[in-house]
Structures are given as C-alpha cells and as structure tokens.
C-alpha cells in the first residue's frame, strides 16, 4: 500500500484532525437549532485520504492517537441582557509545528472580529465585539455593550500555515431587553413648547428613583414630577438647554460591566449635535428649489429616536428631512432633537437653533416720473424698482412693446418726450439665481388737443365710436328728408304760390308727425297715399 501509507507518514496530522472532526459531529452535534454550523476543516478530503481517516480511527480508537486540535467552548446557552456585557471563554490547541496566522469570531456564519499576524484586529458586523484573545491559544471575547441584535450562533475558527480549523459547535446566545433601560415619552397638549418629557423604567428594575440632570451633571429641581417609575419634566426646560443634552439617571445603578471605582457620575458629558443643511447646488435656497436638514452628532448610539421643531411646531422626521419645492413657509429655524436609551440612563440631546432662509423672486415695477401721461417735449423718467434689497450684483433689462432695448441701467430717461416714445413699458432685473420681470407699464403722449397712445385697443375704440356716431348723423338727416317728402302735394311738388285747403287742420310745426324711430307708415288706399295721423302709424 504505498500511496495509502504516503498519505499517513506525509499527513499524519490533518486526517486526525477530520477525524475528530467526524466524531465532533457525532458525539454532540450542532447545539444552537437555529443556527447549525459548518464543524471541522473547511478542506474536503479524497477517497485515498478518507482511506487513512478510517486507519487513524482505528488507531485513536485503541489509544495509538490523540486530538491536537480543538476549541473549548463554555456550555450552552449564555444569556445577557441589552446595555449589559457578556465574556464568552474560550480557548483552542492545535499541534506543534503549526503557526496561527489569523482568528476569527462569526455570528450566524458572518465574521463581527478577526486578528492576523499582519494587519491586526479588525471588526465586521459588530464593532462592540473586543477579542480578548491571542495568536497562541485563547480565544475569549467580550461583547460590551450587548444590543438586542447580538443573539445568534456563535463559531470560533482559526487558520494555520495549512489548514483552517472551527469549533465543533456552534456557541448560542440570548439577549433580552434590560428592566433598566431608560426609555422616554412625550405628553403634548399642542405646539411644540407644550406638554411634557419623561424618562421611565420597567417595574423589574431595582431603583430608588429616576432624575433628571442637566449639563453641568446638576439635578433638574424643577422638574414636573419625580418618582420610582417615571420623571417628567416640561417642554420649557428642555428648549432652553439648547445646545446641550438632558440626561435621565436611575439611582442606585451600578454598570457591572465597568471596573469598580469607574462609575460614570451624572456629569455633563454633552454629544455635540447640530443641523446641517444640503442643498442641490451652491448659493441660497430659492422658491421651489430642494435642501435636506441633516441631524448629526460626533457619535453614533444603538437606540436613538429623532424628533425635530421647525418655528415652534412639530416636524416629523428622523436623522434627517428632505424638504421638495421649498415654499417660503419652509424657511425658519430648525432644531432636531435625540433622544437616546441606555441602561440606567438615557439622554437627550438637543442642537442649536438653525435658521434657513427662503429666497423668493423679486417682485419690479416701472414707476414713471411724474407720471405715466405727458405731452410732447416734456421730460419722462422710468424707474426699475425691486421690492427688496437682498439681491445683488443685479442686470437691467428694458423692454418696450415687448421688443429688447439696448438699454441696461435701472432709470430709462426721456429729456423731451415724443408720440412715438409711447407704449408698453417692462423692466428685467437678472442676476445668477434668475431674473424677474415687471408688469407692463403704458405711457401715453398728449399731441396738441388729442392723445396719442400706441395701443390698438384703445385706437381700435375710439374709431368704431367716431364711426358710429357718424352713421347715426347720416340716419337722422335721412329721416329729415323723407318727411320732407311725405308733406308734398300729391301728384307733384308743392307749386309757387299754391295754397293749402284752408278747411284742413294747420300743422304747427314742420316736425309734428314725424314717426318715432322704429315706426312705418302704413298706406291708407290704393293710390299709395298715406296718413298722416300719428295714430295711423304701425308699430
């Protein structure tokens, strides 16, 4: 059998250590159910090399072999509770010769710490994961401090010049939520500066009351209310400790996690949190434009919960709010606050007042001076006026008729008015934010007795009104002429020195019988004469 005893004189020490991987698996099997591993070497081996596997069973089965490698690992299952801190003990063995190059720590199959012999400790998922260990044989590690997210399946490999090596089993263990942690509410009777904040614990947590301290680590006299359970304090408070944090203490806590004589104080330990505001390009924000309020603070805390006041209401939001087609009631002051649980104490942060200021358009106008009606020759004055002066580096712009002028001061002067000078006036004011442009102005020129105005509506007017009251001349002297003619004699004209009937009626007025507009004579025989009764008239 040569290449069968190749493989135990050249390898003796990897086939045992599969062998006890084999019997590892066996013998305990995974004890986390919710999270089997992956136990022994992660190389795979061929038939010949399972063929020495079986020779060496048999020689560790008759006490010819021994297990150089392993990993010790605490019995199952740990448990812990959040904010607190737990020490996993562990130690592993591998044979002489061998030289650790790397450890690593995995919770359910992804790696939170990892030591190499060239770069050092690192961390993945979990950088509250400390490995307490070494390079030769210990490999403790210490959570602090425990979040509920850390429970799972806990594995230790570790990897030599050639091979790599994890525990047999798998390490579970359980996180629940302390009795002790500090957890925070709000009462509100409307507006942002109403109502009240307290801080509370579960009834679980031994405690002889819970207080709030300010900055300067000073209990708060003046709170609402303090008790075992519950402290209150009044949303006035808390506004003038802007830019500073409140924090709410259980008293009596001892953080076992800490060595002794290391208890934090209630001391005015102050996050520095701030707003910041992102805008989609440099310069102001302008009417319509987008910017994104930003809560930020120089460290980073596992339960945090955000709440912001923009011009004393609430804003709702969380680390940050993305403000779209900005309006000129988004502009104001902004402060975010954060509060953030902890066992036996929590705080809460609160940022200075941050001001955003709302761009709007300016509104222009054209002011004439002295006034928008002139005769000819006379001086005319056109004034660009802006409504504010928070614009600068502005361009003018003039238009008249809605054609470009070669003009570009905000004064546009005339020193002798002329008819051709009137019409439409606007005003452009630019600059690099954009441009606003004024309402038309309509200057008028008086020409002798007449006015002239270049704008066809009211030309177009007056024309028609000239017009009709020259039809309405031509109609009257029309209807003069015809009843001239009615008062003829029949059969002709009126003879040189005939005499009318001097039996008939006289008329006393030429214009007596004349119909109202709108009446037709009607003929009375059928010689086509007509009457001229004004009752004969139809209608």
């Known amino acids: 059998m040569p290449v069968l005893m190749s493989r135990l004189t050249g390898k003796a020490r990897e086939p045992t250590a599969s062998l006890v991987t084999v019997l590892g698996e066996i013998g305990r099997g995974s004890q986390c159910l919710t999270q089997p591993q992956d136990q022994g070497p992660t190389s795979t081996f061929t038939l ?5 596997l079986l020779l060496l069973a048999l020689s560790i089965l008759t006490g010819a072999g021994c297990q150089d490698w392993g990993v010790t690992l605490p019995v199952d299952p740990l448990a812990g509770w959040s904010g607190s801190c737990v020490t996993v003990p562990c130690s592993y063995t591998y044979p002489e010769g061998q030289l650790v190059r790397a450890v690593t720590w995995s919770r359910n199959k992804e790696r939170i710490v990892r030591l190499t012999a060239a770069a050092g400790q690192g961390y993945g998922k979990a950088e509250r994961a400390q490995f307490l260990g ?11 401090p425990l979040a509920l997210g850390d429970g799972g399946a ?13 525990s047999p089993r798998a390490l579970c263990l359980t996180v629940s939520e302390h009795p002790c942690r500090v957890n925070y509410g709000m009462a509100r009777t409307g507006g942002a500066l109403s109502g ?13 009351g819970l207080h709030w301290y300010d900055r300067a680590g000073a209990r708060i006299l003046t709170e609402t209310a303090a008790g075992q359970r519950e402290s209150w304090l009044s949303m006035r408070i808390v506004w003038q400790h802007r830019g500073a944090a409140l924090e709410c203490r259980v008293r009596g806590y001892q953080n076992r996690c800490l060595p002794k004589g290391s208890q934090p104080p209630a001391t005015g330990w102050t996050p520095h949190l701030k707003v910041l505001v992102d805008t989609d390009g440099p310069g102001p924000i302008r009417e319509g434009d987008s910017f994104t309020l930003r809560c930020v603070e120089d460290s980073r805390s596992l339960d945090e919960f955000y709440f912001w006041i923009h011009n004393y209401e609430d804003l709702p939001g969380g680390p940050s709010v993305q403000i779209k087609g900005a309006t000129l009631s988004h502009g104001g002051n902004y402060t975010c606050m954060k509060w953030v649980s902890g066992t036996g104490r929590g705080y809460l942060a609160i940022s200075p007042t941050t001001y955003v200021a709302i761009l709007a358009p300016p509104v ?5 001076t002295p006034g928008p009606h002139r005769s000819t020759g006379e001086p005319l004055s056109l004034m660009c006026q802006l409504d504010t002066s928070a614009y600068g580096g502005v361009g003018f712009s003039w238009y008249k008729d809605g054609e470009r002028l070669g003009w570009a001061q905000p004064e546009l ?5 002329q008819v051709a000078d009137g019409g439409e006036y606007q005003c452009e004011v630019y600059n690099t934010l954009g441009k606003s442009t004024s309402l038309p102005l309509t200057i008028t020129v008086v020409y002798g007795s007449d006015w002239y105005q270049l704008s066809p509506g009211p030309m177009a007017g007056f024309g028609a009104g000239v017009l009709l009251l020259f039809l309405l001349s031509n109609l009257g002297v029309y209807c003069l002429a015809r009843r001239i003619h009615q008062r003829k004699e ?24 004349i119909p109202c507009a709108g009446e037709i004579p009607c003929p009375s025989d ?5 009457y001229n009764s004004t009752k004969d008239y139809c209608n």
């Open 154 to 166: 806990y594995s230790f490999e570790f990897q030599t010049q050639s091979q790599s090596w994890r």
């Open 490 to 513: 029949p059969g002709g004209s009126l003879q040189e020195g005939s005499r009318e009937d001097p039996s008939k009626p006289q008329r006393d007025s030429l214009y007596e019988e």
């Open 364 to 368: 222009v106008h054209v002011v004439a």
């Open 48 to 52: 010949e090399e399972m063929e020495a």
């Open 196 to 208: 009240s904040l307290f801080c509370s614990i579960s009834e679980r947590c031994s405690s002889s």
């Open 413 to 417: 002067a005339f020193l002798g008015v």
């Open 134 to 144: 070494d390079l030769q044989h210990n490999c403790t590690l210490r959570l602090n």
């Open 526 to 530: 059928d010689n086509g004469d007509y």
